[in-house]
């Protein structure tokens, strides 16, 4: 059974970066499409950026666009989100997602619930 592990986070002021980690010890993601979702108490998740099991095709929010960029070293068997330009709006638990069948832009729609396997999050706060 595939458990993954965020990694990453923080407390930054507004304009700094964070760079995220998603891991799966002792599990390979090769396989996997794997997603970056956030949510804030009493709001909607929302999936920020998901990447193809290869790597070929990222779908980002609008919302983060031009700001994130998600890679994967799949050598390394880890899954990148860099943040950059944060903004007090990015604050936020951040969790990494794994699913062996969605398209990457259905992946980003979905809920934690419905991929194969998701972390338990890290905490973003961007805050002066």
């Known amino acids: 059974h595939l458990q993954v592990v965020e990694s990453g986070g923080g407390l930054v002021q507004p304009g700094e970066s964070l760079r995220l980690s998603c891991a799966a010890p002792g599990s390979t993601l090769a396989s996997y499409a794997i997603g970056w979702f956030r949510q804030v108490p009493g709001k909607e998740l929302e999936g920020v950026a998901c990447?193809?099991?290869?790597?070929?095709?990222?779908y980002y929010a609008d919302s983060v666009k031009g700001r994130f960029t998600i890679s994967r070293d799949n050598a390394k068997n880890t899954v990148f989100l860099q943040m950059n330009s944060l903004k007090p709006e990015d604050t936020a638990t951040y969790y990494c997602g794994a699913d062996l069948w969605r398209a990457v832009r259905g992946m980003c729609r979905s809920a934690l619930s419905e991929l194969d396997a998701w972390g338990r999050g890290t905490p973003v706060t961007v805050s002066s």
């Open positions: 990447i193809s099991s290869g790597g070929s095709t990222i």
